[in-house]
């Protein structure tokens, strides 16, 4: 025997042209989680009428199902579902014993008629079959705050009927908007942005500059745990992991202190932007937000993502610590950020960093560097991790 969820999907359905190609991504990154969730186990996946209806064993618990469609981006909700032959009075039927045993006074009846052929409208139907469930359970209509809704839409040759709607995680299918590379640290911040960023379909893969040995590993550490965590929303991802040491050292010993910051970011940018070309990689993500920090002025961001022409997203850019934080909690990035380590960004602090980076005097700084003999030279020693 078998069991139904059916799903819904949201902004995808507003698509017209491109519809298929999202459907068909969401219908992969559905298949991927499944069978992450439910190793060993069968299942199905049919498209129907905008809806996907999943088919799977009755030992599996229905909990393990929900758990693999909420970390799928792109569903707006989702249900354990029963079928029934489209025909008015076994739809009657099958809707009574669905809900007899269920603890309620109030209810409302609501349809959909995907298949239009159906003999009774949607209309006719709420009412053919609450007018059954007023007789024989003795309930009430509330169509305005119902207690139960009975929900019932019409498919081609059978019927779907449910009670429990649980809302989806929204957005567009991880991957159906390209790849990007997130730059990843080990604060709250940039989990979250890259939490954004999956939830909007970009597929993300990961970079940590590290300064090793002079920053421990647990520091590394922490990231992998991180990328882990994100890859929940979309299965697997590559983490580049940079040793940045000897670029401080040489910013360090040769420009401004008050600029070593925007420096050491403008390589940052630089290094991802190579890695991204020849990834494919088509944008870098960071966890700025606008004056969260002295140094996240516009002045400063601009300063640093003049070093590259990809563009530079920052997804968290009109969002508040506090908000910021309550996605952490929700997404299981919290508790990992929290943990203390050593930034990259931290090492040969200066006593007062510039908050409102002038760029020419950052274009003359650099002067005194091998700007592309330093780069060339990091690019050599990056590892990469498959997460
Ligand atoms: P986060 O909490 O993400 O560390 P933050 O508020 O501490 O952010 P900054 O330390 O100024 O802010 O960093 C801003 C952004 O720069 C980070 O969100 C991240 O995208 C990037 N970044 C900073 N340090 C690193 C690093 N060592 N490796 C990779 N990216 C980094
Ligand atoms: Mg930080």
Do not use: E, N, Y
């Given at each position: 025997m078998s069991k139904l969820f059916l799903c819904h999907y949201s902004e995808?359905?507003?698509?017209?042209?491109n519809r298929n190609y999202f459907e068909r991504v969401l219908e992969t990154n559905m298949r991927k989680s499944l069978a992450r969730e439910l190793p060993g186990s069968k299942f199905s996946i049919r498209k129907e009428h905008k809806r996907f209806l999943i088919k799977y064993d009755e030992?599996?618990?229905?909990e393990r199902v929900k758990s693999a469609l909420e970390?799928?981006?792109?569903?707006a909700n989702f249900s354990p579902v029963i079928a029934v032959e489209a025909d008015p009075e076994k739809i009657i039927q099958s809707a009574l014993n669905l809900i007899k045993d269920k603890t309620f006074t109030t209810f409302a009846v609501r349809s959909k008629r995907a298949?239009?052929?159906?003999?009774?409208t949607s209309q006719e139907l709420n009412v053919e079959v609450g007018a059954k469930i007023v007789e024989a359970l003795g309930k009430q209509v509330d169509l305005?705050?119902?207690e139960l809704t009975c929900h019932i839409e019409v498919m081609t040759d059978q019927a779907l009927i449910y009670i429990d709607r649980f809302k989806g995680a929204g957005g567009?299918?991880?991957?159906s908007s390209g790849k990007v590379l997130v730059l990843l640290s080990?604060?709250?911040?940039s989990p979250v942005a890259s939490y954004l960023a999956l939830k909007r379909g970009a597929k993300c893969s990961f970079i940590h500059f590290h300064s090793y040995p002079y920053t421990n590993k647990f520091s590394q550490e922490k990231v992998i745990e991180l990328a882990r965590v994100l890859n929940?929303?979309?299965?697997n991802a590559k983490l580049y992991m940079v040793p940045f040491a000897e670029t401080q050292e040489e910013i360090v010993f040769n420009c401004p202190d008050k600029l070593r910051v925007i420096l050491y970011r403008r390589f940052m940018m630089r290094i991802a932007e190579r890695l991204a070309k020849k990834e494919g990689l088509k944008a870098v993500i960071t966890g700025e937000a606008l004056?969260?920090?002295?140094?996240?002025?516009l002045e400063n961001l601009g300063a640093i993502e003049q070093a590259i022409t990809l563009p530079v997203l920052r997804?968290?850019?009109?969002?508040?610590k506090e908000e910021i934080i309550a996605i952490a909690r929700k997404i299981g990035t919290y508790e990992i950020s929290s943990k203390p380590h050593d930034d990259?960004?931290?090492?040969?602090?200066?006593?007062k960093p510039e908050t409102r980076a002038k760029l020419h005097e950052v274009l003359e700084a650099e002067k005194m560097l091998d700007v592309e003999g330093l780069v060339n030279k990091v690019m050599e020693k990056i590892e990469v991790l498959e997460i």
């Open positions: 995808i359905g507003l698509k017209k042209g030992t599996v618990p229905d970390k799928v981006f792109g569903l298949d239009k052929s159906f003999p009774l305005t705050r119902p567009l299918p991880v991957s080990g604060g709250f911040d929940q929303f979309q299965f004056g969260q920090v002295a140094s996240q002025t997804p968290l850019i009109g969002l508040d990259a960004c931290t090492r040969f602090m200066p006593r």
